[in-house]
C-alpha cells in the first residue's frame, strides 16, 4: 500500500501536532545515526541543477533513458511510495525534478548500506534535502527523472512543510517565516531573483556611464538631506549620540566638492517611521549626483535608468501593475504640480497673491486643509498629495515644487516662490525624487536654519544645522543634479507586488506577542 507524507500534514497543525512530528523526526534522526548514516552531512558533489536538466533532455521520449550519470540535491517535496518502487519530487534552487527510486537498483548501488531503500522510504519525509546519483529516464508517463543508484540524507527536517493543497497563506507568517515562504512559493523566489538583476542592472548601467559608487557612513553626528524622523543609538566609548542614516545626499555631496563629478550609492536608509504598503523604516534607495547638470538632465537619467531596468527583467517596457497597463517608453510626460492641480481641481494657484484667499478657495472646492499650514506653497503641497497624486499611473514627472518644502533644492531659475525639483510618479506612487541642487552656501544656511527652530519647536521630521555641511559649500559645490529613487518601489512595480513587504526579504514587523494582542497594522 502507498505511503505519503500527506499522511502527517494536517492543515491547520496546531502546537502539540507539530511538537509530535517533531519528535517523530528526531527518531528518525536517531535511526539514520544507528544505520551509520550522517542525517548533516558535510558535503555534496553537485553537477546538475533541475531546470538545466529539464531543458537539456526536452526531446528524450518516453521510456528513453541517457547512461550518463548525473549528481543532484535539492529538498524533497512530495513522496509517493509504492512497495519496491518510489517517486520524490526533488526542488533545487532552479526548479524540480522528479527522482525514480527502484529499490534493487539502489540496494546494488549502495550494497555498503544495509536496508538501503528501507532507510529512504521509512525514513525520509517531504522538506528533507537530498543528494542523489544516478542516470537520467523519462518515464512511460513522461515525467523526466533521475534514475537513483545512490543517494545521501544531507539534511533532515525537523517540522513539516505546509500543507500542499492549502500551502504558506497567511501573509503575517509568510513575512515573518520568509524562509518556508520562499521554499513553498515558487513565485517569491522569483521575485527577488528580480531584484537582485533590478539592482545588478541599475548599478552596471551607471558605472557604464562613469559614475562612481562610493560608501558613506550608516551612523551619522547629524541626520539630514531628507524630513524624516532618525532612529537614535549611542556609542560608548565617544560618549555620543548618533543617527541612522534617514538619506545619503549630504555626504555624496560632499564628494562632489572634493572633485567626484559622478558619484552614486545604492544601500539601506533608516526611518522612524510608521509602516505600510508602501513605507518599511528600513528600505533601500539609490543617490545619484552628476556635476554640471540640472533637474532636467535627471529625468533624462531617470528614463533611461527605469528602461534599463525594465528590459533587463521583462523585456519589455510595457508592464501590468495591479490591473493596470503602464508604458514606461520614454519621453515620459513633464507637467508642473501647479498645472496638475488645476487639471484635477479646477484651482489655479497661480492666482493668489494671499494664503487667505486660497485656503478659501481650498475648502470652497471641499478640500480639507490641516491645521498646521501656514503658507500657499504648503497648501498646494496638500492639495497635490490629497487629489492628485493616486491618478498618476503613467509615468509623470511632476515639477516645480513649493520652496517650503524643499529646504535642499535650488531656487527656480524664472518662477519666485518654487524650486527646480521634480518627483516621478507611477502607479499613483512616487518613484523617484530630484533637485537642481542648492548651491548657495548662504541660502542653504538659511532654509536649515529654519529647519532647526522647527525642530526645536517639537517638529520631529525637521533638523539641526549640519555646520560640516555647510563648510563643504563654501568650498563650492558646482552645479549639480541629485537623484533619488527607491529601489523597493521599483521592484514592486517591475514584479507586480502590492506591498513593499513583498519585496522585501525580512521586512520589520511588530513583535508577534503584541500581533496577538492587538491585531497587526
Known sequence: MASSSHSQQSNPKSASSLEEIRATRLQ??????????????????????????????????????????????????????????????????????????????????????????????????????????????????????????????????????????????????????????????????????????????????????????????????????????????YHNTLEMDLYLRIATELHLKRLVVGGFERVFELGRIFRNEGVSTRHNPEFTSIEIYQAYADYYDMMTLTEEIFTCAANEVLGSLMLHYQGETIDLNPPWKRATMKQLVKEKTGIDFNQFQEFSEAKQAVEQAGIEVSEDCDSIGKLLYEVFEEKVEETLIQPTFVLDFPQEISPLAKPHRSQPGLVERFELFIAGREMANSFSELTDPIDQRERLELQAAKKAAGDLQAHNVDEDFLTALEYGLPPTGGLGIGIDRVVMLLTDSPSIRDVIAFPLLKDSAKVSEHGEH
Open 28 to 233: 528518525k534522526v536517531e535511526k539514520l545515526q544507528q544505520a551509520g548514516m550522517n542525517p548533516f552531512a558535510y558535503r555534496w558533489e553537485v553537477t546538475h541543477q533541475a531546470q538545466s536538466l529539464q531543458q537539456q533532455y526536452v526531446e528524450l521520449e518516453n521510456g528513453e533513458e541517457v547512461d550518463v550519470e548525473v549528481s543532484v540535491a535539492g529538498r524533497i517535496t512530495a513522496r509517493r511510495v509504492f512497495g519496491k518502487l518510489a517517486f520524490f519530487t526533488l526542488q533545487d534552487e532552479t526548479g524540480t525534478i522528479q527522482l525514480y527510486l527502484d529499490k534493487k537498483r539502489i540496494t546494488e548501488g549502495m550494497s555498503e548500506v544495509e536496508n538501503a531503500f528501507n532507510i529512504l522510504k521509512k525514513q525520509t519525509d517531504t522538506g528533507d534535502i537530498l543528494g542523489v546519483k544516478g542516470t537520467i529516464k523519462r518515464t512511460e508517463k513522461g515525467e523526466l527523472s533521475v534514475n537513483v543508484s545512490e543517494y545521501g540524507i544531507l539534511t533532515k527536517s525537523l517540522l513539516p512543510l505546509p500543507d500542499k493543497w492549502h500551502g504558506l497563506t497567511d501573509k503575517q507568517k509568510r513575512y515573518r517565516q520568509r524562509y518556508v515562504d520562499l521554499i513553498v512559493n515558487p513565485t517569491v523566489r522569483e521575485t527577488f531573483r528580480k531584484r537582485a538583476k533590478i539592482i545588478a542592472a541599475i548599478r552596471r548601467y551607471l558605472e557604464e556611464n562613469d559614475f562612481l559608487e562610493i560608501e558613506t557612513p550608516v551612523l551619522q553626528a547629524e541626520a539630514g538631506g531628507a524630513d524624516a524622523r532618525p532612529f537614535v543609538t
